[in-house]
């Protein structure tokens, strides 16, 4: 993967009459500005492509998180890494599809995704499930999904195809991701969060750990089952509509399956429980029974950081730029928060759709 391309900046954002300084720090008797400095802390997806788009500006990154770099330990690392700003339009504000289509296009420049599209169907008796999942999204056609998916033939009806929608391998984006930005001089610094800011300008990307400054940020639990099986073939994520939460299946490499994603409001990272290992697998199960001889490969959880509306947010306090809030929706909107954040820093840029004026936004450098 070629990661060489920064975010391209939106028309008409610009920040005049604000009140957000920009964090140049000039020499001494006007001459050029010096490089700014910037630390990031945390190395998920919100963090990784916090780095590009300040690297991408010329700034000199540091990444500092306690693994030094993408592991099982951010919650990044369990993502269905599905781009499908369609589908999350049943459940979504308009402002997850803006930063979507932002950001799909940032990815297909620099990772290359498997641009499938998503299919979307249902057990004949939650049919109307699948009529209500139509009139909440846009940008599909009804399909016969035997025909997008053969080995799915004669077991539903009908199905919604979103073409324009995209999926690719998480972890190895982030790996990749990660190895890019070193070879450009980012360094990667193994560590816990140094109290006293190092740089001009810090952006925090914890997510849940942050919870410690963004008091009302909560958890939303996720949990996932990584499965082997050779008697399917799948071209595509297959979301399969469920009474209490949608179920998503996503194909990888060498056979394996993705199979998410439970949202258990519980503010813990323990282990996938019992009732959610049963759902998850009998709703695998009755998209396609070859899914009962599965090889379970792995078991994970982990927390999405959410606000209260499970919106994004930018929130700046002093010489701190906090990026948080992303939900479900981590791999779908972190390049377009991360250029965000980039332009409120360096350029004074303003973008009330994702700043918290409630928060305060100067930054006194």
Same mark, same amino acid.
């Given at each position: 993967?070629?990661?060489?391309?920064?975010?391209?900046?939106?028309?008409?954002?610009?920040?005049?009459?604000?009140?957000?300084?920009?964090?140049?720090?000039r020499?001494?008797?006007?001459?050029?500005?010096l490089?700014?400095?910037?630390?990031?802390?945390?190395?998920?997806?919100?963090?990784?492509?916090?780095?590009?788009?300040?690297?991408?500006?010329?700034?000199?990154?540091?990444?500092?998180?306690?693994?030094?770099?993408?592991? &099982?330990?951010c919650?990044?690392?369990?993502?269905?890494?599905?781009?499908?700003?369609?589908?999350? $339009?049943?459940?979504?504000?308009?402002?997850?599809?803006?930063?979507?289509?932002?950001?799909?296009?940032?990815?297909?420049?620099?990772?290359?995704?498997?641009? %499938?599209?998503?299919?979307?169907?249902? #057990?004949?008796?939650?049919? #109307?499930?699948?009529?209500?999942?139509?009139?909440?999204?846009?940008?599909?056609?009804?399909?016969?999904?035997?025909?997008?998916?053969?080995?799915?033939?004669g077991?539903?009806?009908?199905?919604?195809?979103?073409? !324009?929608?995209?999926h690719?391998? #998480?972890?190895?984006?982030?790996?990749?991701?990660?190895?890019?930005l070193?070879?450009?001089?980012?360094?990667?610094r193994?560590?816990?969060? #140094? !109290?006293?800011?190092?740089?001009?300008?810090?952006?925090?990307?914890?997510?849940?750990?942050?919870?410690?400054?963004?008091?009302?940020?909560?958890?939303?639990?996720?949990? $996932?089952?990584?499965?082997?099986?050779?008697?399917?073939?799948?071209?595509?994520?297959?979301?399969?509509l =469920?009474?209490?939460?949608?179920l998503?299946?996503?194909?990888?490499?060498?056979?394996?399956?993705?199979?998410?994603a439970?949202?258990?409001?519980?503010?813990? *990272?323990?282990?996938? *429980?019992?009732?959610?290992?049963?759902?998850?697998?009998?709703?695998?199960?009755?998209? =396609?029974?070859?899914? &009962?001889?599965?090889e379970?490969?792995?078991?994970?959880?982990? %927390?999405?950081?959410?606000?209260?509306d499970?919106?994004?947010?930018?929130?700046?306090?002093?010489?701190?730029?906090?990026?948080?809030?992303?939900?479900? =929706?981590?791999?779908?909107?972190?390049?377009?928060?991360?250029?965000?954040a980039?332009?409120?820093?360096?350029?004074?840029?303003?973008?009330?759709?994702?700043v918290?004026?409630? =928060? &305060?936004?100067?930054?006194?450098?």
């Open positions: 993967m070629a990661f060489a391309e920064p975010l391209e900046p939106a028309p008409g954002r610009a920040g005049e009459g604000m009140g957000i300084t920009p964090v140049i720090c020499r001494p008797h006007g001459e050029e500005p490089t700014v400095q910037v630390e990031i802390i945390g190395s998920g997806i919100v963090g990784l492509t916090a780095a590009e788009a300040f690297a991408a500006r010329g700034c000199a990154v540091t990444v500092i998180s306690r693994s030094g770099g993408p592991t &099982g330990e919650c990044s690392w369990w993502a269905g890494g599905m781009l499908a700003p369609g589908c999350e $339009m049943e459940s979504a504000e308009p402002l997850i599809g803006e930063l979507g289509a932002e950001s799909i296009a940032f990815w297909r420049r620099i990772a290359k995704p498997q641009q %499938n599209g998503t299919l979307v169907v249902a #057990p004949p008796r939650d049919t #109307p499930e699948l009529r209500r999942f139509g009139r909440m999204t846009t940008g599909w056609v009804e399909t016969d999904p035997g025909a997008l998916e053969p080995d799915l033939a077991r539903f009806s009908r199905g919604f195809f979103f073409a !324009e929608e995209a690719f391998d #998480p972890r190895a984006v982030l790996v990749a991701l990660k190895a890019d070193a070879s450009r001089g980012v360094v990667f193994k560590s816990t969060m #140094p !109290e006293r800011i190092e740089a001009d300008l810090r952006i925090d990307c914890r997510g849940l750990a942050a919870r410690d400054e963004l008091t009302d940020l909560r958890g939303v639990k996720g949990e $996932m089952l990584l499965v082997r099986t050779s008697e399917l073939q799948l071209r595509r994520p297959v979301r399969l =469920h009474p209490r939460w949608p998503y299946i996503v194909p990888r490499a060498g056979g394996l399956f993705m199979i998410g439970t949202m258990i409001e519980a503010g813990d *990272t323990r282990g996938l *429980t019992l009732r959610s290992a049963l759902e998850l697998m009998g709703a695998a199960y009755a998209l =396609h029974p070859a899914f &009962g001889e599965a379970i490969v792995e078991i994970g959880a982990d %927390n999405r950081p959410a606000f209260p499970n919106l994004p947010r930018l929130r700046r306090r002093d010489r701190v730029i906090y990026i948080n809030g992303m939900f479900r =929706h981590g791999f779908l909107c972190a390049p377009a928060m991360a250029r965000r980039a332009e409120l820093a360096l350029d004074g840029a303003a973008f009330p759709e994702v918290d004026e409630d =928060h &305060g936004e100067r930054c006194d450098v």
